[in-house]
Nanobody, 114 residues
Framework: QVQLVESGGGLVQPGGSLRLSCAAS????????MGWYRQAPGKQRELVAS???????NYADSVKGRFTISRDNAKNRVYLQMNSLKPDDTAVYYC????????WGQGTQVTVSS
């Protein structure tokens, strides 16, 4: 069965960095666009970034220039490098397999606070 397991969240000071990782299994990883989403308390879940290949990716305007999405198809992993973090980036971050049938990971908490 499809499984997505996120890791790498935590508490970081404003201006700091974190790298999230999502380990995927149960499907042909390279065939699917993968996305990172986030949900802050009281807000709707929103797309942060998604990637099909290094030449086919997109970012939310709020994270452009600060976050980088990447994937390693040999390891079945997708990553989100987050730099220059702001308190507004505080949220639960989710990994998602895009497509006609979507799958979600359980999420990892990112807290940006001094």
């Amino acid at each position: 069965q499809v499984q997505l397991v996120e890791s790498g969240g935590g508490l970081v000071q404003p201006g700091g960095s974190l790298r999230l990782s999502c380990a995927a299994s149960g499907f042909i990883f390279s065939d699917y666009r993968m996305g990172w989403y986030r949900q802050a308390p009281g807000k709707q879940r929103e797309l942060v970034a998604s990637i099909l290949s290094p030449y086919n990716l997109n970012y939310a305007d709020s994270v452009k220039g600060r976050f980088t999405i990447s994937r390693d198809n040999a390891k079945n992993r997708v990553y989100l490098q987050m730099n220059s973090l702001k308190p507004d980036d505080t949220a639960v971050y989710y990994c998602k397999r895009e497509g006609w049938r979507a799958y979600w990971g359980q999420g990892t908490q990112v807290t940006v606070s001094s």
